[in-house]
Nanobody
Framework: QVQLVESGGGLVQAGNSLRLSCVVSGRTVSNYATGWFRQAPGKEREFVASITWSGGVTYYADSVNGRFTISRDNAKNTVYLQMNSLKSEDTAVYYC???????????????????WGQGTQVTVSS
């Protein structure tokens, strides 16, 4: 079993930055790739970014590529999402999730993640 706890959300003005954190605990956490997804009101949960367990490969949605950066510190069992140049359309609940897949397009699909956090709200005011 793997547990994930997100933090770092809040209210920010457009153009500013936020950093989300996700603490991962449980057995063999380093064997899991980790991803960030988001869900805006009335919309489906969508892929944002993911990172392999080694941290060597990252994947991004086109909508955030160049603005967001995912990273991980396995010594701290923590995954980060640095969000820069935030836009109002980035407003959503952000979820951290763990996947047993090692990499590739599998890590862009919500159904391939087996464990989820409770989410943290990010609100960007224009």
């Amino acid at each position: 079993q793997v547990q994930l706890v997100e933090s770092g959300g809040g209210l920010v003005q457009a153009g500013n930055s936020l950093r989300l954190s996700c603490v991962v605990s449980g057995r063999t956490v380093s064997n899991y790739a980790t991803g960030w997804f988001r869900q805006a009101p009335g919309k489906e949960r969508e892929f944002v970014a993911s990172i392999t367990w080694s941290g060597g490969v990252t994947y991004y949605a086109d909508s955030v590529n160049g603005r967001f950066t995912i990273s991980r510190d396995n010594a701290k069992n923590t995954v980060y999402l640095q969000m820069n140049s935030l836009k109002s359309e980035d407003t959503a609940v952000y979820y951290c999730a763990a996947s047993g897949y090692s990499g590739g397009d599998y890590l862009k699909r919500r159904g391939n993640y087996h464990y989820w956090g409770q989410g943290t709200q990010v609100t960007v005011s224009s």
